[in-house]
């Protein structure tokens, strides 16, 4: 084998394993969240690939005909990528939840094969270029930089362009099927009897990834969205994304707010903003429930929101009822960094709703970013914050302590249940630097009836005791935070 052509055979395998490492988090995420244990998870299992990959491949090579093996290992890690995602998708539901071990078992079930026979093309392709024992230093060393380079471009290419462009079936198509070719084109001459068996395990396998629906009615680059009509109510619709029931917006009533958190942001606004108009704040729009509320309910309000995935964007103005004027000011992109396009001192509510699966993205929970968001708010402004944790509390505990820190004043509301006993979901954590009314939010909430208690004062910094303020130096936030117990 020339040397040009075994550097590109081993450039594009590797680019093809880091592919198919992005890809993972892309496909998994309808069924196991987007967190720092989902990542963890894939990029461990991929690298266990690529080491058991590696290592076989090298034994094999020094006990067959490398040129026998190098065909047929192309080939094989391109079936196992064509039937990666048909694989996610059939177990994906066994292992649903946000659970370590289930995501290790499922990122394993559906990425750890093509990894594995597809690092095997290093050690067999550096065995078909070692002429003699003097230069294997630099056959090894060229071979282990343009692997190398081929995973970085692998990786920033499927991130930056592929992912924004296409969804992840097509993209795993179109490389599992140039593996299957490589291998072929490689493999002829020598086992030709076998490619016939190759062409159709592709051919299956392909079908299998078009053939089986995928979860996705509507895949960004960042979630895998769908909205569903509430078979309840004709004029309602439910925002799913990935594994989380996300927003409910009533087409014909922007009044009428499903999910218990959304309403009790309302009351908070209503028990603590001024009469009339308000120039209000959103980090994470999703739905945009709550901008439709507010201009029907303060028409003239002045609405400013940061969302991050553009898509979503256009799925709330077609299909979620959004009108231009409702919110009047939307920037894309992460929240931490847009914030920054935002006047200071400008915002009489800020609303903080990010989420990545069921956790707030750890750099929007921080005592710095915090101090970022006060200095966009008037000296009389209001945060109101959405989290969702379970017993024993880690995370929402870590998160008042947080907002503790930097405001004077902080609410907790939740039901009790969920504060003292041995349940969990949303709680919805309000400060300022004005003394809140608990006194008419308390009103409200008992006027409707509602489950929900609100602790104020020291019974907030008893509920806290000695949990930690998140920093940018130290926010664990999906460590802290707990799962429901079933």
Not at 16 to 31: D, K
Not at 215 to 230: G, L, R
Not at 240 to 247: I, N
Request: charged share 15%.
């Amino acid at each position: 084998m020339r040397p040009v052509l075994a550097r590109a055979v081993v450039f594009y395998a590797a680019a093809s394993v880091l592919l198919l490492e992005i890809l993972a988090g892309r496909l998994m995420a309808p069924y196991v969240g987007v967190s720092l244990e989902t990542f963890t998870a894939i990029i461990g299992t991929v690298l266990a690939g690529i080491a058991a990959g590696s290592w076989w491949g090298g034994k094999l090579a020094d006990r067959l005909p490398p040129r026998s093996l190098l065909g047929p290992f192309l080939a094989a890690g391109g079936i196992a990528a064509l039937i990666a995602p048909p694989i996610v998708t059939a177990v994906g539901p066994t292992f649903s939840g946000g659970d370590p071990l289930a995501i290790v078992i499922l990122t394993a079930t559906g990425f750890l094969l093509p990894a594995i026979l597809l690092s095997t093309v290093t050690p067999i392709v550096a065995k078909l270029q070692l002429q003699t024992l003097d230069e294997t230093g630099s056959v090894v060393g060229q071979l282990s930089a343009v692997g190398t380079a081929g995973a970085l471009v692998g990786t920033f290419v499927t991130g930056f362009v592929l992912l924004a462009a296409w969804p992840s079936r097509p993209i795993v198509l179109a490389v599992g099927a140039s593996l299957v070719a490589l291998g072929v084109i490689l493999g002829m001459g020598r086992y030709s009897r076998r490619l016939g068996l190759w062409l159709t395990g592709a051919v299956v396998a392909g079908l299998l990834t078009v053939v089986v629906p995928g979860p996705c009615e509507i895949e960004t680059a960042y979630v895998c969205a769908q909205v569903q009509t509430d078979p309840a109510r004709p004029s309602g619709r439910v925002l799913v994304l990935d594994t989380l029931r996300h927003s409910y917006v009533d087409l014909d009533d922007p009044t009428f707010l499903e999910f218990r958190y959304i309403e009790l942001i309302a009351d908070v606004i209503t028990a603590n903003a001024p009469d009339g108009p308000l120039r209000v704040l959103y980090l994470g729009g999703g739905g945009m429930t709550l901008p439709q509320w507010l201009a029907f309910e303060r028409p003239g309000s002045v609405q400013t929101v940061l969302e991050l995935d553009p898509v979503l964007v256009e799925l709330a103005r077609s299909e979620l009822g959004l009108e231009p004027h409702e919110a009047d000011v939307i920037e894309t992109g992460d929240a931490r960094i847009t914030i920054r396009r935002v006047p200071h001192g400008a915002f009489q509510v800020v609303v903080g709703d990010a989420f990545g699966g069921s956790t707030v993205p750890w750099h929007l929970t921080t005592e710095e970013y915090l101090i970022e968001v006060k200095a966009r708010m008037t000296p009389d402004g209001l945060y109101v914050m959405n989290v969702i944790d379970y017993q024993p509390l880690g995370f929402a505990r870590a998160q008042v302590a947080t907002l503790q820190s930097v405001f004077a004043e902080v609410q907790v509301i939740a039901p009790a249940e969920y504060l003292f006993g041995v349940s969990g979901g949303n709680f919805i954590l309000v400060a300022s630097d004005d003394p809140l009314d608990e006194e008419r939010l308390s009103e409200i909430l008992q006027a409707k009836e509602a489950s929900s208690v609100v602790l104020s004062g020291e019974d907030v910094s008893d509920w806290v005791g000695d949990a930690q303020v998140l920093t940018d130096d130290f926010a664990p936030v999906d460590q802290l935070r707990s799962r429901p117990a079933f």
